[in-house]
């Protein structure tokens, strides 16, 4: 089975904790292109996937123009729009946004806006998506943590699905040399698209320490890698199933991300702010209740599930009966209900803005 076939998430955070650093590139840009603002504004979204988020990040994106453009006494300009994710995604469902979408900007800007083009672009982030210089800003957000594959050689990670305390080092090694490398390939691509001066603003999960296995990496996969080693033990599910489960993920800390830009050496990297989310997003606190029987606990549990769920389930579904994935996720949600009732941990968010050299 091709990875690029079956990675087609569902999911993901709009944050508003990436509109500083989005402003401050787009104004960065600004700058370099004087004459950008009243001719055509070329953006991509690069794993854009199909939910709401996709279209609200390039509304926040013509807001910041516009806005720049009405301070600045400018004509906005035309905004060319390409969403790329990779075949398998639903851009149908995106296109059926888009009257909406249209309506919306249209009411919200006067006569001078725009107009905007909205488009799609299918392929992998990995090869190149656009013609030489032909982009101004690349957005990117929760998507460049997916591998283009799957480690090689990583066969001896036992029932673990990522990288865990006891994953041999060459686990490790062959990950961060994946993520390296896959990192590097995703630079060069980007640095023939995106015109000198242009800029990226990339949000991924991170992890907040260099070990690679650090909690705030590794717990959630090790607490879903623990209900289907549950299920092996009561048979459920045979022990050959999920031995060659691996998550072609990886997340980098910062000082990885700092190497990859420097070493390829097309970008300058002007921006890394670093934030942390619950894994359920509509938990608000950082307490821990410490009663896994308590009914928020447990409702959190439930939900941070449902997010993993989104992104994990058509991986598992390779290799797993679709008739017991139900039972997986839940056994996985009151996992993660009793470990955030003992310890809240958090995804470790990077953000950061490149300018193309
Ligand atoms: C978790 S979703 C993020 C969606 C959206 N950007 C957001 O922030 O809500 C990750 C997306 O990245 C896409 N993706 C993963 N690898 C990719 C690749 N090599 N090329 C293009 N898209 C990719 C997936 O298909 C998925 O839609």
């Known amino acids: 089975m091709v990875l690029e076939n079956i990675l087609c998430m569902n999911t993901g955070n709009s944050d508003t904790k990436e509109l500083p650093i989005l402003t401050h590139s787009i104004k960065a840009i600004a700058n370099n292109h004087d004459t950008?603002?009243?001719?055509?504004?070329?953006?991509?979204?690069l794993g854009?996937?199909?939910?709401?988020?996709?279209?609200?990040?390039?509304?926040?994106?013509?807001?910041?123009?516009?806005?720049?453009?009405e301070e600045k006494?400018?004509?906005?300009?035309q905004f060319q729009v390409s969403l790329n994710d990779l075949f398998g995604n639903d851009f149908n469902t995106l296109f059926k946004m888009l009257p909406d979408f249209y309506t919306v900007i249209n009411n919200e800007k006067d006569e001078s806006f725009g107009p905007c083009f909205v488009s799609?672009?299918?392929?992998?982030?990995?090869?190149?998506?656009?013609?030489?210089?032909?982009?101004?800003?690349?957005?990117?957000?929760?998507?460049?943590?997916?591998?283009?594959?799957?480690?090689?050689g990583i066969e001896n990670n036992g029932s673990n699905i990522y990288i865990t305390k006891t994953s041999p080092p060459n686990v490790l090694q062959a990950y961060r040399k994946q993520f390296h490398s896959d990192f590097t390939k995703f630079l060069q691509m980007r640095s023939e698209e995106i015109?000198?001066?242009?800029?990226?603003?990339?949000?991924?999960i991170g992890r907040s320490i260099v070990d690679p296995t650090s909690e705030d990496s590794c717990t959630l996969f090790e607490l879903l890698a623990q209900s289907l080693v549950d299920m092996v033990k009561e048979g459920m599910v045979r022990e050959s199933d999920?031995?060659?489960?691996?998550l072609p993920i990886y997340h980098p800390c910062q000082e990885e991300v700092r190497n990859v830009i420097q070493n390829e050496g097309s970008f300058s990297l002007d921006n890394l702010v670093v934030f942390r989310l619950n894994w359920d997003p509509n938990d608000n606190d950082f307490i821990n209740t410490n009663d896994v029987n308590n009914e928020t606990s447990q409702r959190h549990g439930e939900n941070a599930s449902k997010i993993l769920r989104a992104v994990t389930e058509p991986l598992l579904t390779c290799r797993l009966k679709k008739s017991i994935i139900d039972e997986v996720y839940k056994r996985y949600g009151k996992?993660?209900?009793?470990?955030?009732?003992?310890?809240?941990t958090r995804h470790f968010n990077l953000s950061i803005s490149l300018t193309k050299k």
């Open 335 to 344: 996992l993660l209900a009793k470990h955030l009732a003992q310890k809240k």
């Open 120 to 152: 799609a672009i299918p392929g992998s982030f990995y090869g190149r998506l656009f013609p030489d210089q032909s982009l101004h800003l690349v957005h990117s957000s929760y998507s460049i943590h997916w591998l283009s594959q799957i480690p090689e």
């Open 242 to 246: 999920i031995s060659p489960i691996h």
């Open 195 to 204: 015109v000198p001066g242009g800029g990226m603003v990339l949000t991924c």
């Open 48 to 69: 854009c996937s199909s939910s709401k988020n996709t279209l609200l990040v390039v509304h926040n994106i013509i807001n910041i123009v516009h806005q720049m453009c």
């Open 36 to 45: 950008v603002f009243g001719q055509c504004f070329r953006i991509a979204d």
């Open 73 to 77: 006494n400018l004509k906005a300009p």
